[in-house]
């Protein structure tokens, strides 16, 4: 599974209509559907598809064909979002209609390749599931425990300092189980 940290676009043209294609990160969405109704209330319909993770790592999905014929939009753009592996991600796609009717076949493979023509140009980060570990060191052994965390990639999300020192700890599970202390 990947994911994105930022917001990502693209254009495509299919008969005269335009189809534009947004892809940001999921916790972004609300806003950008704002915005993009916002700085383009012409467009004829603004399509979504989203994926994300929630607390018990099940994929939750969502999208809306906004007007266009049911079926036509929405799921395609969300069936690619799968294909992909794309997760905590939304898309939103805005379509001036360019005068021609495209039929649910020509719909379907443009929103699929607006889609596609964004992922295209994203770049992705792989998902890990990240853990947490709380660990207890000596004021002694701070600074060496700490060089070996950064050696295998652990970060140190909190420290408290009090007789001892308690570090809590985020990394891949793998990771951790590297780590011995």
């Known amino acids: 599974m990947k994911f994105i940290e930022k917001e990502f676009s693209s254009t495509i043209e299919v008969k005269k209509s335009k189809f534009i294609a947004h892809l940001c990160p ?5 806003s950008m559907m704002e915005r993009l109704k916002n700085e383009h209330p012409k467009a004829r319909h603004h399509v979504y ?28 753009s969300l069936k690619v979002l799968s294909g992909a592996d794309i997760i ?6 805005v379509r001036y209609f360019g005068g021609t009717m495209l039929g649910t076949g020509g719909l379907v493979k443009a929103y699929s390749d607006a889609v596609n023509a964004v992922i ?3 770049d992705f980060i792989n998902y890990e599931k990240l853990e947490e570990k709380i660990i207890t060191v000596s004021y002694t052994e701070l600074a060496k425990v700490e060089h070996t965390l950064k050696t ?6 909190t420290k408290e300092f009090g007789n001892d020192v308690t570090l809590t700890l985020q990394a891949t599970k793998e990771k951790l189980d590297q780590f011995q202390y």
């Open 152 to 157: 295998l990639d652990i970060t140190i999300k």
């Open 49 to 76: 598809a989203y994926r994300y993770l929630n607390e018990f790592d099940q994929i939750v999905e969502n999208s809306s064909d906004d007007g266009e014929p049911k079926g036509t939009s929405g799921r395609p």
């Open 88 to 93: 905590n991600s939304a898309v939103i796609i």
């Open 120 to 122: 295209e140009v994203s």
């Open 26 to 30: 999921y916790d972004e969405f609300e």
